[in-house]
């Protein structure tokens, strides 16, 4: 006759449930130390990014008077914002301004960050120096300088002069007071940006330009075909913060133009300074909705960006 022998109670299910059971409660709390971390900054954003963003749309909903009580309106100040051309005006204003900084400044940062790549070590710490002290000018400082270099005897004028072209009114033009408030933007964030790409060169695995080069690929096929693609994420990255910093550029035009001649240097920021200092009654109210639907349309343009520029994850290298 055989007898059974029962395992203890703390014995039943064997060494891989126990396993399981230690696996489960550490990660449980790990669990409880991400949280404990990541509270301070939860309540840092719910604090003065979440809650304002609600109160703002609360207010946007109300007609905002400071001598007497506020009047609710509903929607009746985005239908305003909506169909005033001036608002739509300056978006477009602040999109031809990050069309040309944008791509222009990731060429930029591109080309140079691959130039310091090849430079030795005391060479490129030199380089890098250089490149970035913009990044710490003041941008009101940088429009003051260039509003002197733009000025009808100023270094601008002398230079195309050189080569037999007349003088040109680069702040007082239409036509080309936008355009010459990219060139400050461009000198003023390319450093940072250099730096960003910089690191992330360094990141390819240099045995992948060594096979192209043994091919036959030179540095353009190169750039195309390694480069770019490894760098996709990074590019995302700055394309999506350099669109979202250009359409709410501010200082330059406030500075160097007033949004001028006739509102040609208008962007969205400043068009909602703007309104905000207009004498009617209804100017803080038209301006928190302007800025709300500005809000908007920058997330819509990150998502479009995120959208046909997809991420992929890291290769290891």
Do not use: C
Request: hydrophobic fraction near 50%; avoid cysteine; charge should be positive.
């Amino acid at each position: 006759m055989r007898t059974s022998v029962r395992a203890p109670a703390h014995d039943r299910g064997g060494p891989a449930v126990r396993r399981r059971q230690r696996q489960g409660g550490a990660g449980r709390k790990d669990n409880k130390t991400a949280y404990l971390m990541i509270a301070p900054m939860v309540v840092l954003l719910g604090v003065f990014v979440f809650w304002p963003l609600v109160y703002s749309v609360y207010l946007s909903l109300y007609e905002i008077n400071f001598y007497k009580g506020s009047t609710f309106v509903g929607f009746k100040f985005y239908r305003f914002v909506l169909t005033d051309p001036e608002f739509w005006a300056s978006v477009r204003r602040g999109l031809y301004f990050t069309a040309i900084v944008v791509p222009g400044g990731l060429a930029v940062a591109l080309l140079l960050a691959s130039f310091i790549k090849t430079l030795g070590t005391r060479a490129a710490s030199f380089v890098k120096t250089v490149v970035y002290l913009p990044a710490v000018i003041s941008i009101v400082i940088a429009s003051l300088l260039y509003m002197f270099m733009y000025q009808d005897e100023g270094l601008v004028n002398w230079l195309i002069g050189l080569v037999g072209i007349e003088p040109v009114g680069w702040l007082q033009d239409t036509g080309w007071a936008l355009p010459a408030i990219t060139v400050p933007a461009l000198w003023l964030g390319f450093g940072l940006t250099t730096l960003i790409l910089l690191a992330a060169l360094l990141d390819i695995p240099e045995s992948y330009f060594e096979s192209a080069q043994l091919d036959g690929a030179g540095f353009l096929r190169r750039t195309w075909h390694i480069t770019i693609p490894l760098l996709k994420n990074v590019l995302l990255y700055l394309t999506v913060t350099g669109f979202v910093a250009g359409l709410q550029q501010f200082e330059l035009p406030l500075v160097m133009t007033k949004g001028g001649p006739v509102g040609s240097t208008t962007t969205p920021n400043l068009f909602i300074f703007n309104s905000f200092r207009d004498a009617t009654p209804y100017a803080t109210s038209y301006s928190l909705t302007a800025a709300l639907l500005l809000f908007v349309v920058l997330g819509t343009i990150s998502m479009l960006i995120f959208r046909f520029i997809k991420s992929e994850k890291s290769i290891d290298g």
